[in-house]
């Protein structure tokens, strides 16, 4: 797999640019993953903390379920690697956990969320609220949340990626 990334549009429309920079955020955390086998991307290589590029995928899968389907549309699909004894399930990666899978899963939830956001106006609001303050969200707050999100934790990929194999890039 070789992962394309293509630099946002810089004269779109604004939906167009927030969809822009949320894939361009999904694709660079792909990329950081690249060329790395499995007992790599399981490995916490920044002691003394746990995350890895797996913990970091799976926990990507949740986020996007969480925001697109459980706060966007109101469904409520569940955790995928979390549960009540695990709240950081996503994180806690094990030897039997593979990269196929969680990469498989990872963008099964990127497709569900495009498909869901797509029915959305940027100024629509979420079925689902705030737990803070019980308001609903509109898209366009999602989308800047998510790529807020990728973008932080991109910046924890390469650190990981570079302690793993030395590789470094923006």
């Not at 690249?34 to 007992?39: F, K, P, R, S």
């Not at 969480?66 to 709240?87: C, M, N, T």
């Not at 939830?109 to 869901?116: H, L, M």
């Not at 932080?152 to 990626?161: K, S, W």
Request: one cysteine or more; hydrophobic letters at 35%.
């Amino acid at each position: 797999m070789t992962v394309e990334r293509l630099e946002p549009a810089q004269t779109a429309g604004e939906r167009a640019m927030l969809e822009g920079w949320l894939d361009y955020h999904r694709r660079t955390l792909a990329w950081k993953c690249e060329g790395l086998t499995d007992a790599q991307l399981r490995t916490a290589a920044v002691e003394p903390s746990g995350l890895s590029l797996m913990g970091l995928v799976r926990h990507m899968a949740e986020v996007e379920r969480g925001w697109f389907r459980a706060v966007l549309v109101g469904e409520d699909p569940g955790p995928i690697y979390s549960s009540d004894k695990d709240r950081d399930g996503d994180f806690h990666v094990t030897d039997a956990d593979t990269w196929e899978e969680a990469y498989a899963t990872w963008q099964a939830e990127i497709e569900t969320a495009r498909r869901q956001a797509a029915g959305f106006g940027l100024d629509d609001l979420s079925k689902g609220s705030s737990r803070s303050t019980e308001e609903p969200f509109n898209l366009r707050w999602i989308y800047t949340h998510m790529i807020e999100e990728y973008a932080r934790h991109n910046g924890h990929a390469d650190l990981l990626r570079e302690r793993l194999d030395g590789a470094t890039g923006d």
